[in-house]
C-alpha cells in the first residue's frame, strides 16, 4: 500500500531521496515510499530540481504539475502531483516497483 493521500486537486506522494548517487534510479519501493537516489548535490535547491524533473520522467507527468509541499530541506518529502488522483498514481507506483523487481529501469 503506498502512502498517498488526496490533496487539493491530486495526490500527494511520500518520498525519500538519497543524494549523490552514482547515477539516477530507484532505489526500492517498500512500506509506501518511493526511494530514490539522485546524482545531485543537496546544494542550492539542486536536488530538489532533479527530484522533480527524474519523477517527471518516471511518472510520465510534465514537472509542472508536480511541487514539493513538505520535505524541502529533508530526505523525507511530500510531493504534490496536480490533476492526479490517488488510485491512478498508485497504478503507475505498481508499474514502476514491478519493473524495479524485475531489475529493470522503470
Known amino acids: ?10 495526490s500527494l506522494l511520500h518520498v525519500r531521496v538519497k543524494p549523490n548517487a552514482s547515477r539516477n534510479k530507484v532505489d526500492s519501493c517498500a512500506e509506501g515510499i518511493l526511494r ?5 548535490a543537496p ?4 536536488a530538489n530540481e532533479a527530484l522533480l524533473k ?15 509541499v513538505k520535505g524541502a530541506h529533508a530526505k523525507d518529502k511530500r510531493v504534490w502531483i496536480k490533476d492526479l488522483q490517488p488510485a ?3 497504478r503507475r507506483l505498481e508499474e514502476i516497483a514491478a519493473a524495479e523487481q524485475d531489475g529493470g529501469e522503470a
Open 1 to 10: 500500500m503506498w502512502d498517498l493521500r488526496p490533496y487539493k486537486s491530486g
Open 36 to 40: 530514490l537516489k539522485l546524482t545531485a
Open 43 to 46: 546544494v542550492e535547491g539542486a
Open 54 to 68: 527524474y519523477l517527471s520522467s518516471l511518472l510520465d507527468i510534465p514537472k509542472t504539475r508536480m511541487e514539493i
Open 88 to 90: 491512478a498514481l498508485a
